[in-house]
């Protein structure tokens, strides 16, 4: 398993666009696209792909409406690497039996 960062919306797109990709931890705060705008884009053109999303205390409510989206999940920010790890993992194993059901 590999990580791949990038420092926004757009370029995230891009990058799935390019690359096989199984989860993504997406900031609901960025510049340009926020991250609702691209969770709503990921799950349009790769359903499959799962979504965690990082959320500050003051958007909750933002993390709840990306849930209503389709997302994985939701962590508060700031978070533990040993908080995110577990989910990032759940997520993975949630999509590896859908992947291969649709193949």
Do not use: N
Not at 15 to 41: A, I, T
Not at 68 to 87: G, H, I, S, W
Request: glycine content about 8%; aromatic content about 4%; some cysteine.
């Amino acid at each position: 398993m590999a990580a791949v960062g990038v420092t926004g919306g757009r370029e995230a797109l891009d990058k799935l666009s390019q690359h096989s990709v199984d989860v993504v931890v997406l900031d609901v705060r960025m510049p340009g696209m926020d991250g609702l705008e691209v969770l709503q884009e990921i799950k349009k053109r790769w359903p499959l792909v799962e979504v965690i999303l990082l959320t500050g205390h003051a958007s909750v409510e933002s993390g709840l409406q990306g849930m209503e989206l389709r997302a994985f999940d939701y962590v508060m920010k700031p978070c533990k690497l040993t908080e995110l790890l577990p989910k990032i993992e759940q997520a993975y194993e949630r999509k590896c039996p859908r992947e291969k059901a649709r193949q």
